[in-house]
């Protein structure tokens, strides 16, 4: 069991520290972090909490997974670790393709 724990449908007036206060009924938290939208700064409605111990993770999940918090349930599962991104440009990558205008070459 991982301490890194992934909250869905999170109300978009939380912040981290209305997080923390939620997850800290179920042991010390030693990390959260909502997700915010790179180009507009707008929160997504996700984030990630961290546990200090396995067992306090596990009993977050179990005492907060579809509870309700500022009028929406939320989802508490273990995170999965995040999928590495391929490096370089889509050139590199061999994603570029010869543009092609009307018939000009």
């Known amino acids: 069991m991982g301490r890194r724990l992934y909250v869905?449908?999170?109300a978009f007036q939380a912040?981290?520290?209305?997080?923390r206060e939620l997850f800290s009924k179920a042991g010390e938290v030693?990390?959260?972090k909502l997700i915010k939208d790179a180009?507009?700064?707008?929160?997504?409605?996700?984030?990630?909490v961290e546990m200090n111990s396995d067992s306090e993770a596990q009993k977050a999940i179990t005492m907060l997974n579809g509870s309700s918090f500022m009028d929406r349930n939320i989802v508490v599962?273990?995170?999965?670790?995040?999928?590495?991104?391929?490096?370089?440009?889509?050139?590199?990558?061999?994603?570029?393709?010869?543009?092609?205008s009307g018939g000009r070459r």
């Open 15 to 19: 912040s981290e520290d209305d997080l």
């Open 39 to 48: 180009v507009t700064g707008r929160p997504r409605g996700f984030g990630f």
């Open 77 to 100: 599962n273990e995170a999965k670790p995040q999928a590495q991104r391929e490096q370089g440009t889509s050139r590199e990558r061999g994603g570029f393709r010869e543009r092609r």
């Open 30 to 32: 030693a990390s959260t």
């Open 8 to 10: 869905g449908n999170i």
